[in-house]
C-alpha cells in the first residue's frame, strides 16, 4: 500500500478480526498517504490492536520510532480498544510530521544514551542542539479531543 494516494479506506462490519488487524497493519508500514482507516465493528480484540500501537510509534530504537507512520489521523473501531493507539492518533493531526516524530521520540526514549555522540566530538553539536532546540517545544502529553 505505499504507492497509492488513498486517504481513507472504509472496511467496517468486515470481522476481520486480529488475523486481518495484522495485515493491515503490516501492510501500511510504509504507507504515507492513509489518513483514516474505518475498522468499526470488525471483532478486533485488545490484542489486534498491538500491532498498530507499533505501525503508529514502534519504540523498539529511536530510528524506528522516527520511521513509524506519522500519517493515519483516525481509526474508527480503536475508540475503546487502546487508549495508546488513540494517543498517536491524536498526535498525529498534528500538520508538521517532523515535529510528529520528534514528540514520539520523547515520549518512548526519554533516556538516550549520549555517550555514543561522544565518538564524534563537536561534530554533530551543531545538529544536536538544532534537533533539542526544537524538541523543547514538543508536547509529551495529549489530549484526546470530543
Given at each position: 500500500?505505499?504507492?497509492?494516494?488513498?486517504?481513507?479506506?472504509?472496511?467496517?462490519?468486515?470481522?476481520?478480526?486480529?488475523?486481518?488487524?495484522?495485515?493491515?497493519?503490516?501492510?501500511?508500514?510504509?504507507?504515507?498517504?492513509?489518513k483514516a482507516?474505518?475498522?468499526?465493528?470488525?471483532?478486533?480484540?485488545?490484542?489486534?490492536?498491538?500491532?498498530?500501537?507499533k505501525l503508529?510509534?514502534?519504540?523498539?530504537?529511536v530510528?524506528?520510532?522516527y520511521?513509524?507512520?506519522?500519517?493515519?489521523?483516525?481509526i474508527?473501531?480503536?475508540?475503546?480498544?487502546?487508549?495508546?493507539?488513540?494517543?498517536?492518533?491524536?498526535?498525529?493531526?498534528?500538520?508538521?510530521?517532523?515535529?510528529?516524530?520528534?514528540?514520539?521520540?520523547?515520549?518512548?526514549?526519554?533516556?538516550?544514551?549520549?555517550?555514543?555522540?561522544?565518538?564524534?566530538?563537536?561534530?554533530?553539536?551543531?545538529?544536536?542542539?538544532?534537533?533539542?532546540?526544537?524538541?523543547?517545544?514538543?508536547?509529551?502529553?495529549?489530549?484526546?479531543?470530543?
Open positions: 500500500m505505499s504507492d497509492t494516494n488513498l486517504e481513507t479506506l472504509c472496511i467496517q462490519y468486515n470481522h476481520i478480526g486480529d488475523e486481518g488487524a495484522l495485515a493491515f497493519a503490516t501492510a501500511l508500514v510504509n504507507n504515507n498517504t492513509l482507516l474505518d475498522l468499526e465493528h470488525c471483532d478486533i480484540t485488545c490484542e489486534g490492536w498491538t500491532p498498530f500501537s503508529l510509534c514502534d519504540a523498539s530504537s530510528n524506528k520510532t520511521m513509524s507512520n506519522h500519517t493515519i489521523q483516525k474508527p473501531g480503536s475508540g475503546v480498544a487502546d487508549a495508546l493507539v488513540n494517543e498517536y492518533l491524536v498526535l498525529n493531526e498534528r500538520g508538521d510530521k517532523q515535529q510528529v516524530a520528534m514528540s514520539k521520540i520523547l515520549q518512548c526514549h526519554s533516556h538516550f544514551n549520549m555517550e555514543l555522540f561522544f565518538e564524534w566530538e563537536f561534530k554533530v553539536l551543531a545538529i544536536m542542539i538544532k534537533w533539542f532546540t526544537k524538541a523543547a517545544a514538543c508536547e509529551t502529553t495529549y489530549e484526546q479531543k470530543s
